[in-house]
């Protein structure tokens, strides 16, 4: 992976991807940039090589008595929090997106070289840095997927990183964001459920999380769930796809259904949410109910059995990026 410069030269490519999707302005992206090129300077010092938790501390220092701008200097402090658990979270902004840049730059990097952690061996210090990645993500409010991110990131690495590379990293961190939701007391269900749709991105996801919580611990909650299961049941084991013709209706069940389905995506907000989801659907359980006592999915005719496979198929894939309920306890 190179000298530590060519690593500097990496985050100097990656901080202005990352600046720019979370929307700093010009002047902390400068900062942020010339942060970037600073950070890792006092690695190369006495103090630094005799003491490596000085790492940042004393770069902030050399960068005072240079005459650096003050918000770099704090930056190149920050780009290292947390150093540990229960450590401070960052608060300057270029300080964390150097922060987030390094991290995916590590991830990334070592992955492809096959230095990702074993047991309990993790020299590198891969799992804080996955976790600090996750918490920065979370603390802040960010929403950023770390698919695209890393892919950002390895597209600097002076060594191939594949598909196969990235995402064995990103499922690295997928399992540091899920140990983080159960320590904080969450289901492990309700976690998983949420993590297997959009655990790629942590803040997002956390949301998701807390939503979902709120709605298993409902008195309804168990009509709900099992309104969705009857659909997703008798869909699962069909291999094929089907195209839904509204036209080709027989009993007035599927129409009621379909009625309903169109007025819980427009319910639905923009960007979807947990919450917003399962308000929506709501409305649907009546028609869902009524379509599975009055109609026969499984009908002899295909077209029929085709048709009604294909609008059972659509309510099943409304929950589609916001959590997979059939994880959840009770489905």
């Known amino acids: 992976l190179g000298s530590m410069w060519d690593k500097v030269q990496r985050l100097e490519r990656l901080v202005p991807l990352l600046a720019e999707r979370l929307g700093l302005p010009p002047g902390e992206r400068r900062v942020a940039l010339r942060t970037a090129r600073l950070c890792k300077?006092?690695?190369?010092t006495q103090m630094v090589i005799e003491m490596t938790s000085l790492q940042g501390v004393m770069g902030r220092e050399y960068a005072r008595l240079s005459g650096e701008d003050p918000a770099v200097a704090e930056a190149i402090f920050q780009h290292y929090l947390p150093r540990f658990a229960g450590d401070r979270l960052p608060d300057s902004r270029p300080g964390w997106v150097v922060g987030l840049a390094d991290r995916l730059d590590s991830?990334?990097?070592?992955?492809?070289?096959?230095?990702?952690?074993?047991?309990?061996a993790d020299p590198y210090g891969l799992r804080r840095a996955a976790l600090g990645l996750v918490l920065i993500l979370i603390h802040h409010q960010v929403s950023l997927s770390l698919r695209e991110a890393?892919?950002?990131?390895?597209?600097g690495l002076p060594v191939?990183?594949?598909?196969?590379?990235?995402?064995?990293?990103?499922?690295?961190?997928v399992g540091r964001l899920r140990t983080y939701l159960l320590d904080e007391g969450y289901r492990y269900d309700v976690v998983d459920a949420v993590l297997a749709e959009q655990g790629d991105n942590p803040w997002p996801a956390f949301q998701a999380v807390q939503e979902l919580s709120r709605w298993v611990e409902r008195p309804d909650w168990p009509a709900t769930l099992q309104a969705y299961a009857r659909c997703?049941?008798?869909?699962?084991p069909v291999g094929e796809r089907y195209t839904l013709d509204p036209n080709r209706f027989v009993e007035p069940a599927e129409g009621v259904l379909y009625q309903a389905l169109?007025?819980?995506r427009e319910a639905m907000p923009t960007p979807p949410s947990v919450d917003g989801f399962l308000t929506?659907?709501?409305?649907?359980?009546?028609?869902?109910?009524r379509f599975f006592d009055d109609v026969l999915v499984m009908a002899e005719d295909p077209v029929l059995r085709q048709n009604r496979l294909a609008l059972v198929q659509e309510v099943a894939d409304l929950p589609k990026g916001l959590a997979d309920l059939s994880r959840l306890e009770g489905f």
């Open 41 to 44: 300077a006092d690695l190369a």
């Open 160 to 173: 191939p990183a594949d598909e196969a590379d990235r995402e064995a990293a990103l499922e690295f961190i």
């Open 262 to 264: 169109l007025r819980c």
């Open 107 to 120: 991830l990334a990097g070592l992955f492809a070289v096959g230095l990702a952690p074993t047991g309990s």
């Open 232 to 236: 997703v049941r008798i869909v699962r």
């Open 150 to 155: 890393l892919a950002w990131a390895a597209e």
């Open 280 to 289: 929506a659907f709501q409305g649907m359980i009546p028609a869902i109910t």
